[in-house]
């Protein structure tokens, strides 16, 4: 099954034509609002964003990920895992979509309407990802995008889908992977609210994350599942 590893390249300047990238500034519409965290009220820090390649299902769409590292809400360290015995196999509802994202927002927008927004200040350092084919997996990729799930547990936890449509795997970040910060960005908020003292972010519990997304893209709903190591 074809997928794309995404190879973080080193530090450089971010520009306007940049659409896939750690860090820096996001690109996404000026229409849409820097979120927030509906938990502590702070502005949610800007992660990283992937334009979908074409042969990708969302191929036009480019998703952005936001995430609190204000604070550090402990029931919600990782994302909300539905009312059900696991996720193998489970339709998801929206309505449950729509209340689980408290600390964090993926943002899903047409790539060509993607603009640098200057209103928001640079935590994570700008990292451009270069994108190439495979027909192989890579276990130690950073990101990849499609393909199937790599499992860390040994447990295969694909949910079926949402409202009854059919989900596909958008994209997985490795485990264990940090986002590393500008020098003046404030250190991320760990368990007690103390806070880490080296200048890296880490993203849901440092777990292995997996994107799903509908398979139609004219319904651009996206739920997040983590396995940890």
């Given at each position: 099954m074809l997928n794309w590893n995404l190879?973080?390249?080193?530090?450089t300047k971010q520009t306007a034509e940049d659409k896939t990238f750690i860090g820096g500034k996001p690109n996404i519409p000026p229409e849409i609002a820097i979120p927030?965290?509906?938990?502590c009220g702070e502005e949610l820090t800007f992660m990283f964003q992937v334009e979908f390649p074409k042969g990708h299902d969302w191929y036009g769409k480019t998703m952005a990920m936001?995430?609190?590292?204000?604070?550090f809400h402990d029931e919600f360290c990782?994302?909300?895992?539905?009312?059900?015995?696991?996720?193998?196999g489970v339709d998801i509802t929206s309505d449950f979509l729509n209340r689980y994202a408290r600390n964090f927002k993926v943002i899903i927008f047409d790539s060509e309407k993607g603009r640098v927004r200057e209103d928001y200040k640079e935590k994570v350092a700008f990292k451009r990802l270069d994108i190439s084919s495979t027909n192989c997996l890579n276990d130690e990729a950073d990101f990849v995008l499609g393909g199937d799930p790599i499992w860390i547990m040994g447990e295969d936890e694909t949910p079926h889908s949402i409202d009854g449509k059919e989900l596909t795997l958008l994209l997985q970040v490795r485990e264990d992977y940090l986002f590393e910060t500008i020098e003046s960005a404030p250190l991320q908020a760990t368990i007690n609210n103390e806070f880490c003292q080296?200048?890296?972010?880490?993203l849901?519990?440092?777990?292995?994350i997996y994107f799903w997304g509908v398979k139609d893209q004219s319904s651009p709903l996206v739920y997040?599942?983590?396995q940890a190591p």
């Amino acid at each position: 099954m074809l997928n794309w590893n995404l190879e973080v390249m080193e530090k450089t300047k971010q520009t306007a034509e940049d659409k896939t990238f750690i860090g820096g500034k996001p690109n996404i519409p000026p229409e849409i609002a820097i979120p927030q965290c509906s938990l502590c009220g702070e502005e949610l820090t800007f992660m990283f964003q992937v334009e979908f390649p074409k042969g990708h299902d969302w191929y036009g769409k480019t998703m952005a990920m936001f995430f609190c590292t204000a604070m550090f809400h402990d029931e919600f360290c990782i994302p909300e895992f539905p009312d059900v015995p696991d996720l193998y196999g489970v339709d998801i509802t929206s309505d449950f979509l729509n209340r689980y994202a408290r600390n964090f927002k993926v943002i899903i927008f047409d790539s060509e309407k993607g603009r640098v927004r200057e209103d928001y200040k640079e935590k994570v350092a700008f990292k451009r990802l270069d994108i190439s084919s495979t027909n192989c997996l890579n276990d130690e990729a950073d990101f990849v995008l499609g393909g199937d799930p790599i499992w860390i547990m040994g447990e295969d936890e694909t949910p079926h889908s949402i409202d009854g449509k059919e989900l596909t795997l958008l994209l997985q970040v490795r485990e264990d992977y940090l986002f590393e910060t500008i020098e003046s960005a404030p250190l991320q908020a760990t368990i007690n609210n103390e806070f880490c003292q080296d200048h890296n972010y880490y993203l849901f519990a440092a777990d292995r994350i997996y994107f799903w997304g509908v398979k139609d893209q004219s319904s651009p709903l996206v739920y997040i599942s983590v396995q940890a190591p």
